[in-house]
């Protein structure tokens, strides 16, 4: 089992470990070259962590601790500026683009809380997929039958392989339609996506400026919740591991029928049955309902979407001088928005003004919804990069239940819920806008009854 943030901070307290000792332990599987690290991160800032370890433990000696973080390895996706670099975003087309001034709010916000920043994270290029596929540096495998070489989900995909493999404690990515929950789920971590204004952009390449939000991946719920408090900038004083699960007793919980328990493979229905059988054992009153907006999702998206109108309107230069250094599969999804007119896009904020309305008035009665993160369990590299069409049908199977809490503007956390010793399974906890903190705690609920 992966080491939490908080047994670690523990241990850093108590003197059984040092945070030098941490750093040099991720540097060490990042650099292995018979691991991953090579496609796990774009950049290693082997330099920079070691005097940030150093100077964390000179603090701690004197006393003094910033947060729950200080000292702890942490990732960040290429996605975020950092002072002085070219935030390439997982694509080769912005070499030789300005520098960024300053850091993104996030990476000043981890800093400020003295985490150990290990480097910047591979990624799906321009954050556009949910497969974890990448031309330019590399795909990382996947930890789970690292063998047959399985996708790590995306777009945060070294994000998620980083944490699983020990070379951070915790990884922030971004998640636009999944991309914090997917890996995590393949990867059989926990990965939160908050409500998208708890944490600042600024700083951060957008995808599509009404669906991004910046979440973590990292062992358990309540790592993600301390995570989440530190990106978001709460007191970091409140910032506490003894955070209270919800009672699972008398918890009301909404399976939706429809779309989001289609074309589950057997892993999946197994794990996701066998999860709501213990939660009902344990007294929470489980009801499948219908949400038929849901299936009206794919004809509101159907001219794209905000993601490709979105997309295109920031690319679209880019594209017009660089486009051929684009990969293939993420550029034709943002020429879907190059049709889309002023009145579509009208159009679909209204549509979805009224989808999101109805779909909170179907779950009010709930503390939450659950589904499964991913359908299916990881496929192979090769399989999915074996044709287009299967490339964008296997991209959309695993993005269509995470991208339905996205399109609601809600928060969602996925839990591992698999049996020990098979391929990962995600559990994914939803709620509506603003319902960050009773989500964290359910999931930590859930989270503890499925490990008992």
């Not at 909170?360 to 299916?376: C, K, N, Q």
Request: include cysteine.
């Amino acid at each position: 089992m992966l080491s939490t943030l908080h047994d670690t901070a523990t241990a850093l307290q108590q003197g059984r470990l040092s945070a030098v000792e941490l750093t040099e332990a991720a540097l060490a599987r990042a650099a292995d070259p018979a691991g991953e690290g090579a496609r796990v991160f774009t950049r290693v800032y082997a330099e920079q962590a070691r005097a940030a370890a150093q100077a964390s433990d000179t603090l701690r000696a004197a006393g003094l601790s910033r947060s729950p973080i200080d000292g702890l390895p942490i990732s960040i996706k290429d996605l975020f500026d950092v002072a002085g670099e070219t935030t390439l975003a997982g694509s080769v087309a912005l070499q030789g683009a300005p520098a960024a001034e300053e850091n993104a709010v996030v990476v000043q916000r981890l800093l400020a809380a003295g985490a150990v920043i290990i480097g910047r994270t591979n990624m799906v290029e321009f954050a556009y997929s949910g497969l974890g596929i990448n031309p330019h540096y590399g795909t990382p495998r996947n930890p789970w039958d690292r063998a047959s070489g399985r996708i790590p989900g995306g777009s945060s995909s070294g994000a998620g392989v980083s944490v699983a493999d020990g070379m951070a404690l915790g990884a922030i990515g971004s998640d636009t339609g999944g991309s914090v929950r997917i890996p995590a789920a393949l990867c059989g971590l926990a990965g939160f996506k908050p409500s998208a204004w708890r944490v600042s952009m600024a700083g951060v390449l957008p995808l599509s400026a009404n669906l991004d939000s910046i979440g973590p991946l990292a062992p358990t719920v309540r790592c993600c919740a301390t995570l989440d408090a530190i990106l978001a900038g709460d007191d970091i004083d409140s910032v506490s591991p003894s955070w209270q699960p919800a009672a699972v007793r008398g918890l009301r919980l909404a399976v939706p029928t429809t779309l989001a328990l289609d074309g589950m493979d057997a892993s999946v229905t197994a794990a996701f049955s066998a999860a709501i059988s213990r939660l009902s054992a344990a007294g929470a009153l489980v009801d499948e309902i219908e949400i038929p907006e849901f299936a009206q999702l794919a004809a509101i998206n159907a001219k794209g979407g905000f993601t490709a109108a979105e997309a295109w309107a920031w690319h679209r230069d880019l594209i017009a001088t660089a486009g051929d250094r684009y990969d293939p599969r993420v550029v034709s999804r943002m020429r879907r928005g190059e049709g889309m007119s002023a009145a579509d896009y009208l159009d679909l904020l209204d549509a979805r003004e009224a989808w999101v309305a109805a779909v909170d008035h179907r779950i009010a009665g709930y503390d939450a919804l659950m589904m499964p993160t991913v359908p299916i369990t990881a496929p192979t590299i090769a399989e999915v990069t074996a044709s287009d069409e299967v490339y964008y049908a296997t991209n959309g199977l695993i993005l269509r239940n995470p991208t339905l809490i996205n399109f609601l503007d809600g928060c969602a956390v996925s839990v591992p819920c698999q049996p020990a010793d098979t391929a990962p399974v995600g559990l994914m906890i939803a709620g509506s806008n603003g319902a960050d903190a009773r989500v964290l705690s359910i999931g930590m609920a859930i989270e503890d009854l499925l490990r008992a």
